[in-house]
């Protein structure tokens, strides 16, 4: 008896082993269609809520992995302070985010998307002056679209939790913007001898 309990477990352990391997094969690609998937059914809070937290915490994987990267790979000390920034900054966001995604049984992606995917994968095959004007642009983007998400997220989330960590972390992300667009002007500044050739 004991031997085919045994059994039953190594079997049980393959399958999970496998299933496992499975989900990572198919890769971030879906990472946040699987999450809003798991959510319809499960979160205690509305689909439009659900959909909030799990965008969110996308946004955050993304900024984290990008921060982390542009630390390694930048060479302006400005770049690599403002990345350590972003890490750290967005690592607290989201681990903000899971306590409050737990307490109401929303499942996060675990990963980033396949969009992000994409982007870390155009900008690791930078160097030098390209790698830092890509990134700098990226964190404009993605700083302006993240703003919008918390914007509305303040005014349309319905949960309490949610709402107030919406509201809470906007201020933070504005100010990341901000910084964002100061050092993108500085490293990639508008070519005034263009302007004066054209004014009268």
Avoid: W
């Avoid at 079997?11 to 989900?23: E, K, L, R």
């Avoid at 799990?54 to 955050?60: E, R, T």
């Avoid at 396949?114 to 390209?130: P, S």
């Avoid at 679209?145 to 319905?158: G, K, M, T, Y």
């Amino acid at each position: 008896m004991k031997l085919l309990q045994f059994i039953g477990m190594i079997a049980t352990i393959i399958v999970a082993v496998a299933a496992c391997h499975n989900t990572n094969r198919r890769g971030a690609d879906d990472s946040i269609e699987q999450a809003q998937t798991v959510n319809d059914t499960s979160a205690m809070v509305s689909e439009q809520d659900a959909d909030f937290a799990v965008k969110a915490a996308d946004a955050s994987l993304a900024e984290i992995e990008l921060g982390k990267l542009a630390r390694e790979t930048a060479s302006d000390q400005r770049l690599k302070d403002f990345a350590q920034q972003m890490a750290t900054d967005h690592q607290k966001v989201n681990d903000k985010l899971r306590s409050i995604a737990t307490s109401f049984n929303i499942t996060l992606p675990p990963v980033i998307s396949e969009q992000r995917v994409g982007e870390q994968r155009k900008l690791r095959d930078k160097t030098g002056d390209a790698f830092e004007e890509e990134y700098i642009d990226i964190m404009v983007k993605d700083h302006d679209q993240i703003v919008s998400l918390f914007e509305d997220a303040v005014s349309d989330v319905r949960n309490v939790e949610l709402q107030a960590f919406a509201a809470e972390t906007l201020p933070m992300l504005k100010r990341h913007f901000e910084e964002a667009k100061i050092l993108r002007d500085s490293i990639s500044p508008l070519d005034t001898t263009t302007i004066q050739r054209v004014m009268p």
